[in-house]
């Protein structure tokens, strides 16, 4: 199956409520292409969804609109996709899909994933820190001219 990316220039969150269920909206912007086209996706989390239920559209399409991937994902992977949004950098929005006779085609994988990111970066070790500035202030004189 083809797979394809946008990387992930800017998001919008909207976390609502209507008259009878809670739900969740991410929608992802890519960058503006050369040409001034903007790919973009939007997924929508409710509790009703139990399984993947996506579709891309202009996909081999002409060239004056942006693909749009749209997918509707269970509640429950929010917090996962949401988190890799906020923390990561770069960050991207993967997809595959499938074949149609039109434009339009169906989804069989969403995921957000990094980019490439030297081993061992991660939060940073906050005991060195605070054993650092105890160093510094148990330290009477600092010679900073030498």
Known sequence: MPSATIPIASYTVQVARNTSTQFTKL???GPVLAHGIQNSATLYFFPSYTELNA???NVGGL??????????????DFARMYDAIRSEAPVSLA????????T?????LVAIQSGDEPPGEGPDDESTVDAAFTA???????????
Do not use: E
Request: aromatic share 14%; net charge positive; glycine share 6%.
């Open 27 to 29: 929608t992802i912007a």
């Open 63 to 76: 060239n004056f609109d942006g693909i749009h991937v749209i997918a509707q994902v269970p509640f429950g």
């Open 136 to 146: 510094l202030l148990k330290a009477r004189t600092f010679d900073l001219v030498r």
């Open 104 to 108: 339009t085609k169906p989804v069989t």
């Open 55 to 57: 579709w891309a559209t």
């Open 95 to 102: 997809y595959t899909y499938g074949s149609s006779a039109t």
